[in-house]
């Protein structure tokens, strides 16, 4: 059974940092897509970044480029988006996503629970 458990969420001030952790059990990283998106009450979910290990392809939305980065650690079957200069739109209920494969095609197969980052201005 798969499961991919978030943390690291909390609250932070604007201009402040988090980091957080998607940690799977059940699913291996390595050659596969793994991403975080993010959810606010009112609109659409959007994809924040994702990578895909073997070719070392990271993609971002727009909204985050330059801010956030994503990386993953094969180790600790853990992937990571740190998190800077954190702005009050990126408030939400943060979700990692993973696939086997590559980020190119399909929907990701697996999903945490989600956590919330909230920011104070």
């Known amino acids: 059974q798969v499961q991919l458990v978030e943390s690291g969420g909390g609250s932070v001030q604007a201009g402040g940092s988090l980091r957080l952790a998607c940690t799977a059990s059940?699913?291996?990283?390595?050659?596969?897509?793994a991403g975080w998106f993010r959810r606010v009450p009112g609109k659409d979910s959007e994809g924040v970044a994702a990578?895909?290990?073997?070719?070392?392809?990271?993609v971002y939305a727009n909204s985050v480029k330059g801010r956030f980065t994503i990386s993953q650690d094969n180790a600790k079957n853990t992937v990571y988006l740190q998190m800077n200069n954190l702005k009050p739109e990126d408030a939400g209920s943060y979700y990692c996503?993973?696939?086997?494969?590559?980020?190119?095609?399909?929907?990701?197969?697996?999903w945490g629970n989600g956590i919330l980052v909230t920011i104070s201005s």
């Open positions: 059940g699913f291996s990283f390595i050659d596969a897509c």
């Open positions: 996503g993973a696939k086997d494969g590559t980020c190119a095609e399909g929907s990701m197969d697996y």
């Open positions: 990578l895909y290990d073997r070719d070392n392809y990271t």
